[in-house]
């Protein structure tokens, strides 16, 4: 018993004398700045052009980022068209954007009406979120 506790005493001053070994962590590199953004734009924009009127709300994008603030994409667009017939009709439009702060100009492409034309516009956006 009493070797037990020789032993153990041993050990216990043995542990105390020796200095804590540091260990120094360099520190990490900041974070590569992501040079690609995609996801959802909550925008509101409005558009005209080839007689159309154009309701266009964010969808799905990719962007570029040049700057913070400045972004250069390509993005799909849930829309309402108004036609010279006064009718609203939901429709799908893509678009090449170009985002500045909050502010977005966009070119929306429709497709073809019913006269096989192809509908372009052009609008501007703000970015709500």
């Known amino acids: 018993m009493v070797l037990l506790c020789l032993l153990q005493g041993a050990v216990a001053a ?4 020796k200095p804590a070994d540091v260990v120094i962590v360099p520190p990490t590199p900041p974070a590569p700045d992501k ?3 995609a996801g959802f734009d909550g925008m509101l924009a409005v558009s005209y052009g080839s007689e159309t009127l154009g309701i ?3 969808g799905p994008s990719l962007k570029y980022k040049f700057t913070k603030n400045f972004k250069v994409g390509v993005g799909a667009f849930p829309s309402l068209i108004v036609q010279e017939d006064g009718k609203a009709l939901p429709r799908l439009a ?3 954007i170009i985002e500045y702060n909050r502010f977005m100009l966009i ?3 429709y497709g073809y ?3 096989d034309k ?3 516009t052009f609008g501007v956006g703000y970015k709500f979120i």
Do not use: C, L, M
């Open 14 to 17: 043995h542990a105390q004398e």
């Open 35 to 37: 040079k690609f953004e």
């Open 56 to 58: 266009n709300v964010g």
């Open 94 to 96: 893509v678009s090449p």
């Open 107 to 109: 070119t929306p492409y």
């Open 113 to 115: 009406d019913s006269k």
């Open 118 to 120: 192809q509908i372009w």
